[in-house]
Every structure is written in structure tokens, then in C-alpha cells.
């Protein structure tokens, strides 16, 4: 199924905030959002190429991404079996070169916020708690969902595990991880900085047989950086 093109346009939000004793904090908004969304089907009709979760995302917009995987299982006509196995990642960039040109600056603190939009588990009899456990700094450059076509979005966004265990928090909540050192070697030009990508606890690949599902969809970032001189 062919989507509407989204283009991303994200303002950069960028303010300095003077602190005593030297010290300066910068809150920064995201200049690029994606989702990938990886998928594995059984299924001559291709009917189902769109899960629940990329409807979901398409209809937040510009301003969120999804995390998690699908799996959907039924017998078709002539008793054909029908599977479905979703994967999908979100990634979220911010713009440091601000920091980056102001030599002998020191990151303090940075801490990356985000909230938990929407989502669905099979389990759940409530609100669903986030799929969202794993935070991975990415290693290259990337592009997704809704800046692509749902059909020409990446099989998935590469990256490097930089943090496990992240709040299995309910739908509304406000979750803050401290990035300090990833923040602070990109200010120093040790590291390339391609963001940050989130994934699920669970990515298992190949045709399973169940109609179980748990993602997420998160928005509302920023990244808060303090700073001395």
C-alpha cells in the first residue's frame, strides 16, 4: 500500500538560560524524527504491508514515532495461512553544533525526555505500559516514516545499545534518561552524532504463528543540556 509522503518540518528550539557561576543550560527540540519498519509475511494478496501500529503513527503526523512489533496470524481462503511479523524502530536526532562551536565547553548534565503518546499489548487489560526498553545511539545516517512512503521506509535504523532497561511506564507518562556522555562526545567531536533510536525488548524475527503485538508511540521530545565554561 502506497502512502502519503510526510515531510518533516522541525523547528530547532535552541535557548540559553544563564545559570550562577558560569553555567548555561540549553534546551534543544529534535531536527529529524523516523520510524523503520521491518516486515516478514506469508501472504500472495499483500493486503496487510500496513500494521496497526504504522496507521497509528501516520495518523499522529509529523511529530512522533513508533517502537515495537506486530505479529498477526488468521487462514485465508483455501485455508492458506496468512502471517504477518512487524518490527519497528524509532530515531530521533538533535542539532549540538551550537555547542560543538563554542570551544571549552564542559556538558554538565543532558537529559533526554520524551512522553509515552499511545500504544497497544495483547496483555494489557488497561493502559498499555511501553514497549520502549532500549535506547541505541545510531551509527549512521537515516530517513523513515512519515518523512518516506510506507513502502520505501528502512527494513530498520541501525545503532549501537547505549542504554537497556528503559520505564515500562503507562500511556501518559514522562520518561527522562541521562545522555550525559553521548551529549558531551559529540560536543567534542569524538563521536558522530546521528541520534538516538529506540527499540523494543523483544525483536524476533521470522513467520510466528500468534497475533500478539505490543508498541509504542512516543513524541514530545527535547533534550535539556547544561553546561559550564
Known amino acids: 500500500m502506497h502512502m502519503r509522503t510526510f515531510r518533516l518540518r522541525i523547528c530547532l528550539a535552541f535557548v ?5 557561576g558560569g553555567c ?6 529534535p531536527i ?3 520510524s523503520s519498519s521491518h516486515v516478514e509475511f506469508q501472504d500472495e494478496s499483500k493486503e496487510g504491508l500496513t500494521g496497526e501500529a504504522t496507521v497509528a503513527l501516520l495518523k499522529q503526523g509529523i511529530v512522533g514515532v513508533v517502537v515495537g512489533w506486530e505479529h498477526s496470524f488468521k487462514t485465508g481462503v483455501d485455508s492458506k495461512e496468512l502471517i504477518y511479523n512487524r518490527i519497528y524502530r524509532g530515531a530521533v536526532k538533535f542539532d549540538v553544533d551550537l555547542l560543538s562551536k563554542s570551544q571549552g565547553k564542559t556538558v554538565t548534565k543532558a ?4 512522553a509515552i503518546k499511545d500504544g497497544a499489548r495483547s496483555s494489557s487489560k488497561g493502559s498499555p505500559a511501553s514497549c520502549v526498553t532500549k535506547l541505541l545511539l545510531a ?13 520505501k521506509a528502512p527494513d530498520t535504523i541501525a545503532g549501537d545499545l547505549y542504554k ?5 511506564k503507562p ?12 551529549v558531551q562526545a559529540w560536543v567534542d567531536g569524538t563521536k558522530t552524532n546521528h541520534g538516538f533510536v529506540f527499540a523494543a ?10 497475533s500478539e503485538k505490543c508498541w509504542t508511540l512516543l513524541d514530545g521530545f527535547s533534550l535539556r543540556v547544561n553546561f559550564s565554561k
Open 139 to 151: 551509527t549512521e545516517d537515516w530517513h523513515g516514516i512519515p518523512e518516506m512512503d510506507v513502502a
Open 164 to 168: 537497556d532497561g528503559l520505564p515500562e
Open 16 to 20: 540559553l538560560l544563564p545559570f550562577l
Open 111 to 114: 537529559t533526554f525526555n520524551y
Open 171 to 182: 500511556v501518559g507518562s514522562v520518561i527522562s534518561v541521562d545522555v550525559t556522555d553521548a
Open 32 to 34: 529529524k524524527l523516523g
Open 24 to 29: 548555561q543550560s540549553s534546551l534543544v527540540g
Open 201 to 210: 525488548s523483544k525483536e524476533e524475527k521470522g513467520l510466528i504463528k500468534d
